[in-house]
């Protein structure tokens, strides 16, 4: 059933292409400006490794499954899809450019921002990367630093720090493929931990200092941000799925037991487990039942989950801003399920911690609750990000169409005053010919009238 209150315009899809999953998410800005999700659609993953797809066909069938899904349950039909891109080959650097005005004393203006970006296309990258997003840090107008936004000042040389982020192409370019395949089109392409973070985090968290922890199924995703700007982004090429490989060799089990295991008993701190309980689990088809110590489970989750925490230090440490997080860590994704998982975290980090929940922008909705878990995180921020690229095509069009319609008025005043001045002249005229006519008809009657009888 479609909803009558707004049309198919206004709706938005999001396209999540997980290690664990394939996610689908139908939504739309609501008149109060919140975001309202309308359907989803989930699938499990197959042909993607460490958020890299590895088989097309398998991840073809997985999309349209998904949003075979979110349009039943939305009611609208999906075209275009906002999609994620994630992955161990996602690398960031750090780059200034500089530009040289002509004139000291005319105003810094959009343009110059503009071209100053463009000029940051033309690094030289590896072979086969390509530039995913260039997020600006701050300006630099002659000697003056720190400047978040420059339009309107005056100066000589302006100076741009920028964060860039780059990823693979043949990446890129399998997962334009895998959407196209699926009947689908592109909108654009978002780096995945910056959609997690439009979804969970608070404007106030990201002024403060914030360090954003999404541990998905093959990855986990580093993205900081300090005074509202992301300053720094990184992979650890660790996730939940080596969390389960590791209770599979430890405790000698399946696959899909390993994987039960740890979501129901799963625990990131083994101090907090009572050493006697035991899990037994059914055995092989004619073979005994097997027990497993739960405190032994909780050793290997945590075994794991430290590493991880150690990369995620390393690379704080490495951007600069280890004291400068005032609003600690926030965990989000699949992986951050785990029970006492941010207890772990605030005892090897020294950072206060939090789950993220991806309920930041979202209405009250019916659906509210079935998606307010963070393995939604990025889906949600993908619909998010979706729903501003809209906004902003809507606006730019927008725009032009007031250029076009004063162009018009222009025109239309411009022929009214011909036509007035034209009128004007024609009345000045035709006074003219009224005169002349005058002068001409009392001149006739002059030599037309009869002549003297004394003649």
């Not at 004139?103 to 990367?129: N, T, W």
């Not at 907090?272 to 037994?280: A, G, L, P």
């Not at 027990?291 to 430290?306: F, H, P, V, W």
């Amino acid at each position: 059933m479609k909803y009558r209150n707004y049309s198919a315009s206004d709706v938005v899809a999001a396209l999540d292409i997980g290690t664990t999953k394939i996610c689908v998410i139908v939504g739309r800005r609501t008149e109060l400006g919140g975001v309202e999700v309308l359907g989803v659609g989930k699938v499990s993953s197959e042909g993607v490794r460490r958020g890299v797809v590895t088989n097309i066909d398998k991840t073809v069938k997985a999309i349209e499954e998904a949003v075979i899904q979110a349009e039943k349950m939305s009611g609208f039909d999906i075209m275009e899809v906002q999609v994620g891109i994630a992955g161990q080959h996602i690398k960031s650097l750090q780059h200034q450019g500089i530009l040289t005005l002509s004139d000291a004393d005319k105003e810094i203006c959009q343009a110059d921002i503009d071209l100053l970006m463009e000029d940051m296309h033309k690094l030289a990258l590896p072979p086969g990367d390509k530039i995913l997003h260039i997020i600006p840090q701050e300006y630099i107008v002659d000697e003056e630093e720190g400047i978040i936004d420059p339009i309107g000042m005056c100066g000589h040389r302006l100076y741009g720090n920028f964060h860039v982020i780059t990823g693979q192409m043949t990446a890129y370019k399998n997962i334009q493929k895998c959407v196209e395949k699926a009947g689908l089109k592109v909108t654009d392409l978002t780096l995945e931990p910056i959609a997690s973070a439009a979804s969970v985090l608070s404007d106030e968290e990201k002024e403060a200092g914030v360090a954003l922890i999404d541990i998905g199924g093959g990855t986990t995703d580093i993205t900081i941000f300090q005074e509202g700007i992301i300053r720094h982004t990184a992979v650890v090429p660790f996730g939940g799925n080596v969390i389960t490989k590791d209770i599979k060799e430890g405790c000698t089990v399946m696959h899909d037991q390993a994987e039960k295991l740890k979501i129901k008993f799963g625990s990131a701190l083994s101090d907090e487990i009572v050493d006697n309980r035991i899990i037994t689990i059914p055995g092989l088809k004619g073979r005994d039942a097997k027990e497993i110590s739960e405190k032994n489970l909780s050793l290997i989750i945590q075994a794991r989950l430290e590493e991880i925490y150690d990369y995620v230090l390393w690379e704080i440490k490495r951007s600069g801003y280890e004291r400068k997080l005032i609003a600690g860590i926030v965990l989000t994704g699949g992986g951050s399920l785990l029970k006492n998982i941010e207890l772990l975290a605030e005892y090897h980090t020294g950072l206060s911690s939090r789950i993220g929940l991806p309920t930041e922008h979202l209405s009250t909705t019916r659906y509210k609750d079935d998606i307010a878990s963070p393995i939604y995180a990025t889906g949600i921020g993908l619909l998010i990000s979706g729903i501003k690229v809209k906004e902003k095509i809507a606006y730019a069009e927008h725009l032009e169409q007031e250029a076009i319609n004063g162009e018009v008025e222009n025109e239309k005043a411009e022929q009214e005053q011909m036509n007035t001045d034209y009128s004007e002249e024609s009345h000045e005229e035709q006074k003219g010919n009224k005169w002349f006519d005058k002068i001409f008809d009392k001149t006739k009657a002059f030599f037309e009238a009869t002549p003297d009888s004394d003649f």
